[in-house]
């Protein structure tokens, strides 16, 4: 269940690659066990992605002290332009919050902005999180770089 929002974090960042493949990292369980939710001390040993809507994915990042698995449940998937999931922290918290990725085509590439709505209990740590996700998007353009076999 998503609890009352109290405020949205926005972050965008440009891609000099088609909003497809772009957004298709979203849903790669390679690539996307690549990026997304890794701290700097953890590794993520579990990415599952089931691609539809009402289907989700479990990312878990082993840190030195725990394991913690990140989870959603997709809403809406509009390939190559939207994608809007429930994102929780089972660990931390038993409610989710709502994100919102859309994709734009912009000359040379594509821009993504992403919408995280956050809980009233989240709100103190809206600057955390919105450098999170700014941190995992500069993480999906390295991988998006890399050569593919």
Not at 35 to 41: A, K, N
Request: hydrophobic share 40%; charged share 25%; aromatic share 10%.
């Amino acid at each position: 269940m998503i609890a009352q929002p109290t405020a949205d974090i926005h972050v965008s960042r440009f891609f000099a690659f088609q909003s497809d493949y772009v957004f298709d990292a979203w849903f790669d369980q390679k690539i996307a066990g690549a990026w997304m939710f890794t701290t700097e001390t953890g590794t993520n040993i579990r990415a599952e992605i089931t691609p539809h809507v009402g289907g989700g994915f479990i990312i878990t990042d082993r840190r030195p002290d725990m394991d913690v698995e990140h989870v959603g449940t997709y809403l809406e998937i509009d390939r190559p332009h939207r994608l809007v999931f429930t994102f929780g922290v089972p660990a931390f918290a038993t409610q989710e919050d709502r994100v919102v990725v859309d994709v734009r085509v912009v000359p040379g590439g594509c821009e993504v902005t992403l919408t995280h709505t956050l809980r009233a209990e989240m709100a103190e740590y809206a600057p955390r999180i919105r450098n999170g996700w700014a941190t995992m998007l500069d993480k999906l353009a390295e991988q998006l770089e890399k050569p593919r076999a």
